[in-house]
Protein backbone atom coordinates (compact mmCIF):
# COMPACT_ATOMS: atom_id res chain seq x y z
CA UNK A 1 0.00 0.00 0.00
CA UNK A 2 1.87 3.49 -0.96
CA UNK A 3 1.53 5.88 1.32
CA UNK A 4 -0.68 9.14 0.53
CA UNK A 5 2.68 11.12 0.55
CA UNK A 6 4.26 8.79 -1.75
CA UNK A 7 0.91 8.35 -4.24
CA UNK A 8 2.39 8.59 -7.89
CA UNK A 9 2.63 12.28 -9.06
CA UNK A 10 -0.09 12.47 -11.92
CA UNK A 11 1.29 11.92 -15.38
CA UNK A 12 -1.19 13.19 -18.15
CA UNK A 13 -0.67 12.85 -21.71
CA UNK A 14 -0.43 16.98 -22.25
CA UNK A 15 2.93 16.73 -20.68
CA UNK A 16 4.32 14.65 -23.82
CA UNK A 17 4.21 17.69 -25.55
CA UNK A 18 6.56 19.50 -23.12
CA UNK A 19 9.94 18.53 -22.33
CA UNK A 20 11.85 16.09 -20.03
CA UNK A 21 13.70 18.43 -17.71
CA UNK A 22 10.14 20.07 -17.10
CA UNK A 23 8.61 16.99 -15.75
CA UNK A 24 12.16 16.42 -13.80
CA UNK A 25 11.79 19.29 -12.47
CA UNK A 26 7.95 19.05 -11.18
CA UNK A 27 8.93 15.70 -9.56
CA UNK A 28 11.99 17.43 -7.62
CA UNK A 29 9.74 19.84 -6.38
CA UNK A 30 7.12 16.94 -5.11
CA UNK A 31 10.20 14.65 -3.55
CA UNK A 32 13.20 16.20 -2.94
CA UNK A 33 14.14 13.80 -0.26
CA UNK A 34 13.58 11.03 -1.95
CA UNK A 35 16.63 8.82 -3.11
CA UNK A 36 16.99 9.49 -7.34
CA UNK A 37 20.00 7.33 -7.82
CA UNK A 38 21.69 4.05 -5.36
CA UNK A 39 24.73 2.50 -6.71
CA UNK A 40 27.16 0.23 -4.86
CA UNK A 41 29.22 3.45 -3.77
CA UNK A 42 26.67 6.02 -3.15
CA UNK A 43 23.24 7.37 -3.05
CA UNK A 44 21.85 10.85 -4.13
CA UNK A 45 18.42 12.02 -3.28
CA UNK A 46 16.07 14.48 -5.88
CA UNK A 47 17.43 17.57 -4.71
CA UNK A 48 21.24 16.91 -4.73
CA UNK A 49 21.00 15.61 -8.34
CA UNK A 50 19.01 18.44 -9.81
CA UNK A 51 21.38 21.04 -8.18
CA UNK A 52 24.01 18.83 -9.89
CA UNK A 53 22.85 18.47 -12.98
CA UNK A 54 22.08 22.84 -12.84
CA UNK A 55 25.80 23.52 -12.52
CA UNK A 56 26.61 20.88 -15.37
CA UNK A 57 23.64 23.08 -17.35
CA UNK A 58 25.25 25.98 -16.34
CA UNK A 59 28.33 25.30 -17.59
CA UNK A 60 27.55 24.01 -21.49
CA UNK A 61 25.54 26.68 -21.81
CA UNK A 62 28.14 29.34 -21.27
CA UNK A 63 30.60 27.74 -23.51
CA UNK A 64 28.12 26.20 -26.72
CA UNK A 65 24.39 27.47 -25.54
CA UNK A 66 21.37 25.63 -26.25
CA UNK A 67 22.58 24.94 -30.12
CA UNK A 68 20.71 21.26 -30.26
CA UNK A 69 24.38 19.89 -30.93
CA UNK A 70 25.32 16.74 -29.48
CA UNK A 71 27.40 16.67 -26.05
CA UNK A 72 28.74 13.13 -25.42
CA UNK A 73 29.21 11.11 -22.51
CA UNK A 74 32.04 8.94 -21.31
CA UNK A 75 31.37 6.95 -17.99
CA UNK A 76 31.33 3.87 -17.21
CA UNK A 77 28.11 1.68 -15.23
CA UNK A 78 28.36 4.59 -12.51
CA UNK A 79 26.06 7.07 -10.89
CA UNK A 80 28.14 10.25 -12.57
CA UNK A 81 26.67 9.93 -15.79
CA UNK A 82 22.89 10.74 -14.38
CA UNK A 83 23.41 14.36 -13.39
CA UNK A 84 25.68 14.72 -16.24
CA UNK A 85 23.06 13.37 -18.68
CA UNK A 86 19.92 15.37 -17.05
CA UNK A 87 21.89 18.34 -17.16
CA UNK A 88 22.79 17.88 -21.24
CA UNK A 89 18.88 18.05 -21.39
CA UNK A 90 18.74 21.02 -19.43
CA UNK A 91 20.78 23.14 -21.59
CA UNK A 92 18.64 22.41 -24.42
CA UNK A 93 21.38 19.68 -26.17
CA UNK A 94 20.61 15.87 -27.21
CA UNK A 95 23.33 13.54 -25.27
CA UNK A 96 25.09 10.47 -26.84
CA UNK A 97 27.00 8.17 -24.35
CA UNK A 98 29.61 5.94 -25.16
CA UNK A 99 30.91 3.11 -23.16
CA UNK A 100 35.01 2.91 -22.51
CA UNK A 101 35.09 -0.89 -22.45
CA UNK A 102 34.19 -0.69 -26.46
CA UNK A 103 37.16 -0.66 -28.98
CA UNK A 104 38.82 3.25 -29.05
CA UNK A 105 38.52 3.02 -32.87
CA UNK A 106 34.84 2.60 -33.10
CA UNK A 107 34.35 5.34 -29.98
CA UNK A 108 36.75 7.79 -32.43
CA UNK A 109 34.13 6.85 -35.23
CA UNK A 110 31.37 8.21 -33.37
CA UNK A 111 32.44 11.07 -31.80
CA UNK A 112 33.88 12.41 -35.60
CA UNK A 113 30.02 11.31 -36.93
CA UNK A 114 28.75 13.16 -34.05
CA UNK A 115 30.89 16.34 -34.78
CA UNK A 116 30.35 17.13 -30.67
CA UNK A 117 31.69 19.76 -29.12
CA UNK A 118 31.93 18.67 -25.65
CA UNK A 119 33.07 15.37 -23.87
CA UNK A 120 31.88 14.90 -20.30
CA UNK A 121 33.24 12.58 -17.89
CA UNK A 122 34.64 11.86 -14.35
CA UNK A 123 37.84 11.11 -13.40
CA UNK A 124 38.63 7.30 -13.76
CA UNK A 125 37.74 7.87 -17.53
CA UNK A 126 39.49 11.40 -17.90
CA UNK A 127 42.61 10.07 -19.84
CA UNK A 128 40.13 8.41 -22.63
CA UNK A 129 38.26 11.52 -23.33
CA UNK A 130 41.55 13.59 -23.65
CA UNK A 131 42.66 10.77 -26.15
CA UNK A 132 39.08 10.50 -28.14
CA UNK A 133 39.19 14.86 -28.08
CA UNK A 134 42.85 14.80 -29.45
CA UNK A 135 42.55 18.46 -28.11
CA UNK A 136 40.08 19.67 -31.18
CA UNK A 137 37.19 19.87 -28.36
CA UNK A 138 36.05 20.31 -24.83
CA UNK A 139 36.64 17.99 -21.94
CA UNK A 140 34.50 18.31 -18.49
CA UNK A 141 35.51 16.37 -15.83
CA UNK A 142 31.67 16.19 -13.36
CA UNK A 143 34.81 15.71 -10.27
CA UNK A 144 36.11 18.92 -11.12
CA UNK A 145 33.23 21.27 -11.33
CA UNK A 146 33.45 25.08 -9.86
CA UNK A 147 32.17 24.91 -6.20
CA UNK A 148 30.60 28.51 -7.28
CA UNK A 149 28.56 27.59 -10.66
CA UNK A 150 25.27 28.18 -9.88
CA UNK A 151 22.41 25.90 -8.98
CA UNK A 152 18.86 27.09 -9.64
CA UNK A 153 16.70 25.70 -12.67
CA UNK A 154 18.20 27.33 -15.86
CA UNK A 155 15.72 29.37 -17.67
CA UNK A 156 14.64 31.52 -20.45
CA UNK A 157 15.63 28.57 -23.12
CA UNK A 158 12.42 26.76 -23.73
CA UNK A 159 12.63 23.41 -24.72
CA UNK A 160 10.06 21.74 -27.77
CA UNK A 161 8.88 18.24 -27.41
CA UNK A 162 10.75 18.08 -31.36
CA UNK A 163 14.07 18.87 -29.97
CA UNK A 164 16.76 16.18 -30.07
CA UNK A 165 17.15 14.10 -26.59
CA UNK A 166 19.32 11.16 -26.85
CA UNK A 167 21.07 9.38 -30.24
CA UNK A 168 21.84 5.94 -29.92
CA UNK A 169 24.28 4.18 -32.36
CA UNK A 170 23.81 1.10 -34.03
CA UNK A 171 25.02 -1.49 -35.97
CA UNK A 172 24.95 -0.42 -39.69
CA UNK A 173 24.76 -2.07 -43.16
CA UNK A 174 27.26 -0.46 -44.51
CA UNK A 175 30.02 -1.61 -42.03
CA UNK A 176 29.38 1.21 -39.59
CA UNK A 177 27.66 2.55 -36.88
CA UNK A 178 24.54 4.97 -37.46
CA UNK A 179 22.63 7.03 -34.68
CA UNK A 180 19.65 6.74 -34.20
CA UNK A 181 18.21 10.26 -33.10
CA UNK A 182 15.39 10.42 -30.61
CA UNK A 183 13.10 13.58 -29.75
CA UNK A 184 11.85 14.84 -26.02
CA UNK A 185 8.39 13.71 -27.58
CA UNK A 186 9.00 10.34 -28.31
CA UNK A 187 10.98 9.47 -25.05
CA UNK A 188 7.81 10.85 -22.57
CA UNK A 189 5.75 9.28 -24.47
CA UNK A 190 7.20 6.16 -23.72
CA UNK A 191 7.34 6.88 -19.89
CA UNK A 192 3.84 8.06 -20.00
CA UNK A 193 2.08 5.21 -21.25
CA UNK A 194 4.37 2.81 -18.95
CA UNK A 195 4.09 5.30 -16.06
CA UNK A 196 0.38 4.89 -16.16
CA UNK A 197 -0.04 1.46 -16.86
CA UNK A 198 2.51 0.03 -14.81
CA UNK A 199 1.45 2.55 -11.65
CA UNK A 200 5.02 3.87 -11.14
CA UNK A 201 5.69 5.51 -7.77
CA UNK A 202 8.07 7.11 -5.72
CA UNK A 203 8.65 3.51 -3.81
CA UNK A 204 9.63 1.51 -6.71
CA UNK A 205 13.51 0.81 -7.07
CA UNK A 206 14.22 0.58 -10.48
CA UNK A 207 17.02 -1.94 -11.62
CA UNK A 208 19.32 -0.38 -14.23
CA UNK A 209 21.63 -3.04 -15.92
CA UNK A 210 21.45 -2.13 -19.25
CA UNK A 211 24.78 -0.03 -20.66
CA UNK A 212 24.17 3.76 -20.85
CA UNK A 213 24.96 3.90 -24.52
CA UNK A 214 22.32 1.42 -25.24
CA UNK A 215 18.70 2.62 -26.15
CA UNK A 216 17.07 0.29 -23.89
CA UNK A 217 18.45 2.11 -20.64
CA UNK A 218 16.18 5.20 -21.08
CA UNK A 219 12.95 3.24 -20.33
CA UNK A 220 14.81 2.24 -17.15
CA UNK A 221 16.50 5.64 -16.04
CA UNK A 222 13.15 7.61 -17.32
CA UNK A 223 10.44 5.59 -15.47
CA UNK A 224 11.97 6.08 -12.41
CA UNK A 225 13.12 9.89 -12.59
CA UNK A 226 10.13 11.05 -13.93
CA UNK A 227 7.61 9.21 -11.62
CA UNK A 228 10.09 10.20 -8.16
CA UNK A 229 11.31 6.23 -7.69
CA UNK A 230 14.56 5.02 -7.25
CA UNK A 231 16.65 4.26 -10.04
CA UNK A 232 19.41 0.95 -8.86
CA UNK A 233 22.58 0.97 -10.66
CA UNK A 234 23.72 -2.98 -10.89
CA UNK A 235 27.15 -3.08 -12.55
CA UNK A 236 27.43 -7.03 -13.66
CA UNK A 237 31.38 -6.20 -14.88
CA UNK A 238 32.26 -5.32 -11.71
CA UNK A 239 29.83 -6.70 -9.38
CA UNK A 240 29.38 -10.12 -11.12
CA UNK A 241 26.24 -12.22 -11.95
CA UNK A 242 26.84 -14.26 -8.58
CA UNK A 243 26.05 -11.01 -6.72
CA UNK A 244 22.94 -10.40 -8.66
CA UNK A 245 20.47 -12.56 -6.75
CA UNK A 246 21.56 -10.95 -3.05
CA UNK A 247 20.92 -7.65 -4.87
CA UNK A 248 17.89 -7.71 -6.09
CA UNK A 249 16.41 -8.77 -3.07
CA UNK A 250 18.48 -6.77 -0.49
CA UNK A 251 17.68 -3.91 -2.75
CA UNK A 252 13.84 -4.76 -2.80
CA UNK A 253 13.99 -4.35 -6.92
CA UNK A 254 10.64 -3.87 -7.81
CA UNK A 255 10.66 -3.18 -11.46
CA UNK A 256 13.91 -6.03 -13.07
CA UNK A 257 14.57 -5.13 -16.32
CA UNK A 258 17.84 -7.29 -18.22
CA UNK A 259 18.65 -8.68 -21.13
CA UNK A 260 17.02 -12.25 -22.24
CA UNK A 261 20.53 -14.39 -22.14
CA UNK A 262 21.08 -12.53 -18.85
CA UNK A 263 17.69 -13.25 -17.70
CA UNK A 264 17.99 -17.38 -18.48
CA UNK A 265 21.29 -16.77 -16.94
CA UNK A 266 19.99 -15.63 -13.11
CA UNK A 267 17.46 -18.41 -13.15
CA UNK A 268 20.17 -20.57 -13.02
CA UNK A 269 21.24 -19.31 -9.98
CA UNK A 270 18.38 -19.35 -8.40
CA UNK A 271 17.85 -21.79 -5.18
CA UNK A 272 14.97 -23.86 -4.53
CA UNK A 273 13.99 -21.29 -1.97
CA UNK A 274 14.94 -17.80 -3.78
CA UNK A 275 12.01 -15.15 -3.57
CA UNK A 276 11.80 -11.71 -4.26
CA UNK A 277 8.41 -10.31 -2.85
CA UNK A 278 9.17 -6.95 -3.60
CA UNK A 279 9.06 -7.59 -7.28
CA UNK A 280 6.36 -6.08 -9.53
CA UNK A 281 7.62 -6.95 -12.99
CA UNK A 282 10.17 -8.58 -14.57
CA UNK A 283 11.17 -7.20 -18.51
CA UNK A 284 13.43 -9.43 -20.23
CA UNK A 285 14.23 -8.18 -23.30
CA UNK A 286 14.72 -10.65 -26.09
CA UNK A 287 13.07 -13.89 -26.95
CA UNK A 288 11.28 -15.49 -24.52
CA UNK A 289 10.27 -18.99 -23.57
CA UNK A 290 7.68 -20.62 -22.26
CA UNK A 291 10.62 -22.56 -19.92
CA UNK A 292 11.61 -19.31 -18.79
CA UNK A 293 8.16 -18.24 -17.77
CA UNK A 294 7.57 -21.71 -16.23
CA UNK A 295 11.16 -21.66 -14.06
CA UNK A 296 10.52 -17.90 -12.88
CA UNK A 297 6.77 -18.20 -11.60
CA UNK A 298 7.63 -20.30 -8.46
CA UNK A 299 9.85 -17.74 -7.21
CA UNK A 300 7.85 -13.96 -7.84
CA UNK A 301 4.92 -12.59 -5.73
CA UNK A 302 1.48 -14.01 -6.87
CA UNK A 303 0.39 -10.17 -8.22
CA UNK A 304 4.13 -9.90 -10.40
CA UNK A 305 3.62 -9.61 -13.95
CA UNK A 306 6.49 -10.28 -16.58
CA UNK A 307 6.57 -8.87 -19.94
CA UNK A 308 7.74 -9.84 -23.39
CA UNK A 309 7.54 -7.16 -26.18
CA UNK A 310 9.19 -6.08 -29.11
CA UNK A 311 11.19 -3.02 -29.53
CA UNK A 312 13.84 -1.54 -31.76
CA UNK A 313 16.10 1.95 -31.29
CA UNK A 314 14.11 3.36 -34.20
CA UNK A 315 10.46 2.99 -33.22
CA UNK A 316 10.59 2.33 -29.08
CA UNK A 317 8.49 -0.25 -27.47
CA UNK A 318 5.06 -1.11 -30.13
CA UNK A 319 3.85 -4.34 -28.78
CA UNK A 320 3.55 -5.57 -25.24
CA UNK A 321 2.72 -9.00 -23.87
CA UNK A 322 1.14 -9.09 -20.03
CA UNK A 323 2.30 -12.65 -18.66
CA UNK A 324 0.60 -13.12 -14.64
CA UNK A 325 0.47 -16.04 -12.90
CA UNK A 326 -2.65 -17.29 -14.54
CA UNK A 327 -2.04 -16.67 -18.04
CA UNK A 328 -2.01 -19.77 -20.67
CA UNK A 329 0.61 -19.98 -22.69
CA UNK A 330 0.49 -21.63 -26.17
CA UNK A 331 4.15 -23.43 -28.00
CA UNK A 332 7.18 -22.87 -26.83
CA UNK A 333 7.65 -19.27 -27.60
CA UNK A 334 6.12 -16.21 -26.17
CA UNK A 335 4.37 -14.34 -28.81
CA UNK A 336 5.51 -10.29 -28.82
CA UNK A 337 1.82 -9.14 -28.01
CA UNK A 338 -0.76 -6.26 -28.92
CA UNK A 339 -0.01 -3.40 -30.62
CA UNK A 340 0.70 -0.20 -27.32
CA UNK A 341 -1.55 2.66 -27.44
CA UNK A 342 -0.53 4.89 -30.56
CA UNK A 343 1.19 2.48 -32.26
CA UNK A 344 -0.72 1.09 -35.59
CA UNK A 345 0.80 -2.88 -36.09
CA UNK A 346 0.60 -4.11 -39.39
CA UNK A 347 1.91 -7.14 -41.17
CA UNK A 348 2.99 -6.57 -44.90
CA UNK A 349 4.06 -8.83 -47.96
CA UNK A 350 6.59 -7.91 -50.51
CA UNK A 351 4.61 -5.32 -52.15
CA UNK A 352 4.12 -3.72 -49.12
CA UNK A 353 0.43 -4.32 -48.88
CA UNK A 354 -1.48 -5.56 -45.85
CA UNK A 355 -1.71 -9.02 -45.03
CA UNK A 356 -4.65 -10.95 -43.39
CA UNK A 357 -4.37 -12.23 -39.77
CA UNK A 358 -2.34 -15.81 -39.53
CA UNK A 359 -0.30 -15.02 -42.62
CA UNK A 360 3.67 -14.30 -42.03
CA UNK A 361 4.76 -11.09 -43.35
CA UNK A 362 7.30 -7.96 -42.41
CA UNK A 363 6.55 -6.54 -39.22
CA UNK A 364 6.03 -2.11 -39.75
CA UNK A 365 4.51 0.26 -37.73
CA UNK A 366 2.51 3.71 -38.05
CA UNK A 367 3.23 5.97 -35.27
CA UNK A 368 3.78 9.82 -34.24
CA UNK A 369 6.08 8.67 -31.76
CA UNK A 370 8.97 6.81 -33.22
CA UNK A 371 12.26 8.13 -33.30
CA UNK A 372 13.35 11.39 -35.19
CA UNK A 373 15.35 9.39 -37.94
CA UNK A 374 19.54 9.23 -38.83
CA UNK A 375 22.05 11.33 -37.33
CA UNK A 376 23.14 13.12 -40.38
CA UNK A 377 21.96 10.52 -42.75
CA UNK A 378 18.49 12.19 -44.38
CA UNK A 379 18.63 9.83 -47.39
CA UNK A 380 18.53 6.83 -45.20
CA UNK A 381 15.72 8.62 -42.75
CA UNK A 382 13.63 9.34 -45.69
CA UNK A 383 13.89 5.71 -47.38
CA UNK A 384 13.44 3.93 -43.36
CA UNK A 385 10.63 6.54 -42.07
CA UNK A 386 8.16 6.48 -44.45
CA UNK A 387 5.38 9.31 -44.87
CA UNK A 388 1.67 7.78 -44.40
CA UNK A 389 -0.23 8.94 -47.21
CA UNK A 390 -2.68 12.12 -45.70
CA UNK A 391 -0.68 12.15 -42.31
CA UNK A 392 1.23 14.66 -41.27
CA UNK A 393 2.08 13.67 -38.16
CA UNK A 394 2.60 9.68 -38.37
CA UNK A 395 5.35 8.02 -40.42
CA UNK A 396 5.51 4.32 -40.77
CA UNK A 397 8.72 1.94 -40.16
CA UNK A 398 9.49 -1.24 -41.10
CA UNK A 399 11.22 -3.38 -38.97
CA UNK A 400 12.80 -6.07 -40.57
CA UNK A 401 11.50 -8.45 -38.52
CA UNK A 402 9.11 -11.29 -39.97
CA UNK A 403 6.21 -12.41 -38.26
CA UNK A 404 2.09 -13.10 -38.05
CA UNK A 405 -1.26 -11.46 -36.18
CA UNK A 406 -3.30 -13.48 -34.68
CA UNK A 407 -7.15 -12.91 -35.35
CA UNK A 408 -7.24 -11.32 -31.74
CA UNK A 409 -4.29 -9.03 -32.67
CA UNK A 410 -1.53 -10.56 -31.18
CA UNK A 411 2.19 -10.61 -32.88
CA UNK A 412 4.25 -13.68 -33.09
CA UNK A 413 7.73 -13.14 -33.83
CA UNK A 414 8.94 -15.53 -36.20
CA UNK A 415 12.58 -14.00 -37.22
CA UNK A 416 14.87 -11.53 -39.55
CA UNK A 417 13.79 -10.71 -42.63
CA UNK A 418 17.41 -9.42 -43.58
CA UNK A 419 21.00 -9.98 -42.20
CA UNK A 420 20.54 -8.34 -38.90
CA UNK A 421 20.14 -10.68 -36.06
CA UNK A 422 19.81 -10.12 -32.21
CA UNK A 423 22.65 -10.54 -29.84
CA UNK A 424 22.81 -10.61 -26.25
CA UNK A 425 19.61 -7.81 -26.28
CA UNK A 426 21.83 -5.87 -29.89
CA UNK A 427 20.93 -6.01 -32.71
CA UNK A 428 23.65 -6.34 -34.74
CA UNK A 429 24.04 -6.06 -38.84
CA UNK A 430 26.26 -9.38 -39.78
CA UNK A 431 27.63 -6.77 -42.66
CA UNK A 432 29.21 -4.72 -40.35
CA UNK A 433 30.95 -7.56 -39.15
CA UNK A 434 31.96 -8.95 -42.47
CA UNK A 435 33.57 -5.55 -43.42
CA UNK A 436 35.71 -5.65 -40.25
CA UNK A 437 37.12 -8.98 -41.38
CA UNK A 438 37.72 -8.17 -45.16
CA UNK A 439 39.88 -4.81 -43.83
CA UNK A 440 42.50 -7.31 -42.32
CA UNK A 441 44.94 -8.01 -44.95
CA UNK A 442 45.35 -11.87 -43.88
CA UNK A 443 41.57 -12.14 -45.11
CA UNK A 444 39.94 -12.59 -48.73
CA UNK A 445 36.68 -13.51 -48.17
CA UNK A 446 34.42 -13.71 -45.54
CA UNK A 447 30.75 -14.33 -44.29
CA UNK A 448 29.29 -14.10 -41.09
CA UNK A 449 26.17 -15.88 -39.80
CA UNK A 450 23.85 -16.41 -37.10
CA UNK A 451 23.55 -19.41 -35.02
CA UNK A 452 20.82 -20.36 -32.84
CA UNK A 453 20.69 -22.71 -30.33
CA UNK A 454 17.67 -24.63 -28.47
CA UNK A 455 16.15 -22.24 -25.68
CA UNK A 456 17.70 -19.18 -26.93
CA UNK A 457 21.30 -18.14 -26.76
CA UNK A 458 22.51 -17.05 -30.44
CA UNK A 459 26.01 -17.04 -31.33
CA UNK A 460 27.88 -15.75 -34.49
CA UNK A 461 30.05 -17.95 -36.78
CA UNK A 462 32.25 -16.29 -39.08
CA UNK A 463 33.76 -18.34 -41.95
CA UNK A 464 37.09 -16.88 -43.91
CA UNK A 465 39.24 -17.73 -46.39
CA UNK A 466 42.75 -16.66 -45.61
CA UNK A 467 44.41 -14.35 -48.34
CA UNK A 468 46.57 -16.30 -51.26
CA UNK A 469 45.47 -19.18 -49.42
CA UNK A 470 47.51 -18.65 -46.34
CA UNK A 471 46.96 -19.51 -42.45
CA UNK A 472 45.54 -17.45 -40.37
CA UNK A 473 45.76 -17.77 -36.38
CA UNK A 474 42.49 -17.14 -34.48
CA UNK A 475 43.63 -15.31 -31.76
CA UNK A 476 44.95 -13.14 -33.78
CA UNK A 477 41.61 -13.07 -36.00
CA UNK A 478 40.11 -12.02 -32.57
CA UNK A 479 42.51 -9.40 -31.06
CA UNK A 480 42.59 -7.62 -34.49
CA UNK A 481 38.50 -7.53 -34.31
CA UNK A 482 38.52 -6.60 -30.51
CA UNK A 483 40.29 -3.18 -31.91
CA UNK A 484 37.21 -2.59 -34.47
CA UNK A 485 33.60 -3.75 -32.79
CA UNK A 486 32.32 -4.17 -29.05
CA UNK A 487 32.39 -7.55 -27.42
CA UNK A 488 28.94 -8.67 -28.41
CA UNK A 489 30.10 -8.57 -32.67
CA UNK A 490 33.26 -10.91 -32.11
CA UNK A 491 32.52 -14.44 -33.44
CA UNK A 492 32.37 -17.10 -31.28
CA UNK A 493 34.08 -19.71 -33.88
CA UNK A 494 36.06 -18.82 -36.59
CA UNK A 495 36.38 -21.60 -39.52
CA UNK A 496 38.70 -20.97 -42.33
CA UNK A 497 37.47 -22.53 -45.70
CA UNK A 498 39.71 -22.72 -49.27
CA UNK A 499 36.53 -20.78 -50.97
CA UNK A 500 33.18 -19.93 -49.89
CA UNK A 501 31.19 -22.64 -51.32
CA UNK A 502 28.92 -20.65 -54.46
CA UNK A 503 25.30 -22.11 -56.12
CA UNK A 504 25.45 -22.18 -59.91
CA UNK A 505 23.90 -18.46 -59.86
CA UNK A 506 27.14 -17.68 -57.82
CA UNK A 507 25.53 -16.76 -55.11
CA UNK A 508 26.88 -18.46 -51.12
CA UNK A 509 25.49 -21.99 -51.10
CA UNK A 510 24.29 -21.44 -46.74
CA UNK A 511 23.53 -24.79 -47.30
CA UNK A 512 26.82 -26.29 -48.13
CA UNK A 513 28.49 -24.29 -45.56
CA UNK A 514 30.29 -26.67 -42.58
CA UNK A 515 28.32 -26.62 -39.77
CA UNK A 516 29.81 -25.39 -36.81
CA UNK A 517 28.22 -27.87 -34.22
CA UNK A 518 28.56 -27.83 -30.77
CA UNK A 519 31.57 -29.31 -29.52
CA UNK A 520 35.26 -28.25 -29.47
CA UNK A 521 35.85 -25.60 -32.55
CA UNK A 522 39.33 -26.09 -34.44
CA UNK A 523 41.55 -23.86 -32.06
CA UNK A 524 45.21 -22.68 -32.90
CA UNK A 525 46.06 -24.91 -29.73
CA UNK A 526 47.26 -28.65 -28.91
CA UNK A 527 44.31 -30.28 -26.44
CA UNK A 528 45.56 -31.01 -23.37
CA UNK A 529 43.53 -32.54 -20.89
CA UNK A 530 43.36 -31.24 -17.25
CA UNK A 531 45.97 -32.60 -14.74
CA UNK A 532 44.91 -31.86 -11.20
CA UNK A 533 41.13 -31.27 -9.55
CA UNK A 534 40.97 -28.01 -10.12
CA UNK A 535 41.34 -28.55 -13.68
CA UNK A 536 39.16 -30.72 -14.11
CA UNK A 537 35.93 -29.44 -11.77
CA UNK A 538 36.60 -26.45 -13.84
CA UNK A 539 36.49 -28.23 -17.52
CA UNK A 540 33.12 -29.14 -16.41
CA UNK A 541 31.87 -26.01 -15.22
CA UNK A 542 32.88 -24.56 -18.59
CA UNK A 543 32.13 -27.52 -20.44
CA UNK A 544 28.43 -27.12 -19.21
CA UNK A 545 28.20 -23.34 -19.56
CA UNK A 546 30.01 -23.27 -22.97
CA UNK A 547 27.88 -26.48 -23.95
CA UNK A 548 31.49 -27.52 -25.45
CA UNK A 549 32.83 -31.25 -24.81
CA UNK A 550 35.63 -31.81 -24.64
CA UNK A 551 37.65 -28.80 -22.88
CA UNK A 552 41.55 -28.17 -22.54
CA UNK A 553 43.66 -26.56 -20.29
CA UNK A 554 45.18 -24.51 -23.15
CA UNK A 555 41.41 -23.68 -24.85
CA UNK A 556 40.71 -20.17 -24.50
CA UNK A 557 37.27 -18.75 -23.04
CA UNK A 558 36.89 -16.67 -25.71
CA UNK A 559 37.77 -19.08 -28.67
CA UNK A 560 35.36 -21.32 -27.28
CA UNK A 561 32.77 -19.53 -27.28
CA UNK A 562 32.59 -17.55 -24.70
CA UNK A 563 31.87 -13.57 -23.54
CA UNK A 564 31.08 -11.54 -20.52
CA UNK A 565 27.27 -12.99 -19.68
CA UNK A 566 28.73 -16.64 -19.75
CA UNK A 567 31.82 -15.30 -18.20
CA UNK A 568 29.56 -13.70 -15.01
CA UNK A 569 28.28 -17.26 -15.20
CA UNK A 570 31.48 -19.20 -14.68
CA UNK A 571 32.77 -17.01 -12.02
CA UNK A 572 29.49 -17.29 -10.45
CA UNK A 573 29.63 -20.89 -10.25
CA UNK A 574 33.47 -21.41 -9.66
CA UNK A 575 33.03 -19.36 -6.54
CA UNK A 576 30.17 -21.74 -5.14
CA UNK A 577 31.84 -24.55 -5.91
CA UNK A 578 35.39 -23.27 -4.32
CA UNK A 579 34.08 -20.86 -2.03
CA UNK A 580 35.98 -18.10 -3.53
CA UNK A 581 34.88 -14.42 -4.21
CA UNK A 582 36.82 -13.74 -8.13
CA UNK A 583 35.22 -10.92 -9.51
CA UNK A 584 34.30 -11.76 -13.52
CA UNK A 585 37.50 -9.39 -14.57
CA UNK A 586 39.64 -12.74 -13.04
CA UNK A 587 38.70 -15.02 -16.20
CA UNK A 588 39.34 -12.03 -18.60
CA UNK A 589 42.78 -11.75 -17.38
CA UNK A 590 43.32 -15.57 -17.00
CA UNK A 591 41.20 -16.79 -19.93
CA UNK A 592 42.55 -20.42 -20.39
CA UNK A 593 41.98 -23.16 -17.24
CA UNK A 594 45.61 -23.41 -16.72
CA UNK A 595 45.77 -19.72 -16.21
CA UNK A 596 42.34 -19.53 -14.30
CA UNK A 597 42.93 -22.50 -11.72
CA UNK A 598 45.82 -20.56 -10.79
CA UNK A 599 44.28 -17.53 -9.54
CA UNK A 600 41.15 -20.34 -8.29
CA UNK A 601 43.65 -21.99 -6.08
CA UNK A 602 45.15 -18.69 -4.65
CA UNK A 603 41.65 -17.27 -4.01
CA UNK A 604 40.53 -20.81 -1.99
CA UNK A 605 44.64 -20.73 -0.29
CA UNK A 606 43.71 -24.49 -0.90
CA UNK A 607 43.36 -27.40 -3.29
CA UNK A 608 40.15 -28.96 -2.70
CA UNK A 609 39.03 -32.18 -2.77
CA UNK A 610 36.12 -33.34 -5.47
CA UNK A 611 33.63 -35.42 -4.43
CA UNK A 612 34.13 -38.44 -6.12
CA UNK A 613 31.01 -38.66 -7.72
CA UNK A 614 31.77 -34.62 -9.01
CA UNK A 615 34.77 -36.47 -9.97
CA UNK A 616 33.23 -39.38 -11.91
CA UNK A 617 30.54 -37.34 -14.10
CA UNK A 618 33.12 -34.74 -15.14
CA UNK A 619 35.17 -37.81 -16.07
CA UNK A 620 32.49 -39.17 -17.67
CA UNK A 621 31.11 -36.36 -19.60
CA UNK A 622 34.17 -34.74 -20.86
CA UNK A 623 35.40 -37.94 -22.05
CA UNK A 624 39.21 -37.97 -20.19
Wanted: with cysteine; charged share 25%; net charge negative.
Amino acid sequence: MVEPSMKPYPFSKVEIERSIPERFERIVEQYPWRTAIRSERESINYSELNSLANRIAHVIMSEIGASQAPITLLFGHEADIIPALLGVLKSGNPYAALDPDIPAARNSFIIKDLQTRLIITNTSNQSLAEELSGETFQVLNVDRLDPNLPEPNPTGRPISPDSLEGIFYTSGTTGEPKGVVRSHRCLLHRIWLESNDYAINPEDNISLIHSFSFGASQSDIFNALLNGATLSLFDLKKQGLDRLVPWLRNEEITFFHAPSDLFRQFIELLKEDDAFPKLRQVTPSGRLFRLDVERIRKHIPEDCVLIQRLASTETGMITRFIINKKTELRGNVIPVGYAVQDSEVLILDESGDMLQPNNVGEIAVRSSYLATGYWRRPEMTTAAFLTVPGESDRKMYRLGDLGRMRSDGCVELIGRKDSQVKIRGYRVELGEIEAALLSLAEIQEALVISQEKDGGDNRLVAYVVPSNHGKVSRKNLRRSLNEKLPEYMIPSIFITLDNLPLTDRNKIALDALPDPGWGRPVLDEEFISPRTSIEMSLALIWSEVLNVVPVGISDNFFELGGHSLLAAQITARTNTTFKTDLPMRALFDAPTISEFAAAVEIAARKEPDLERGNLEKAIKLLGY
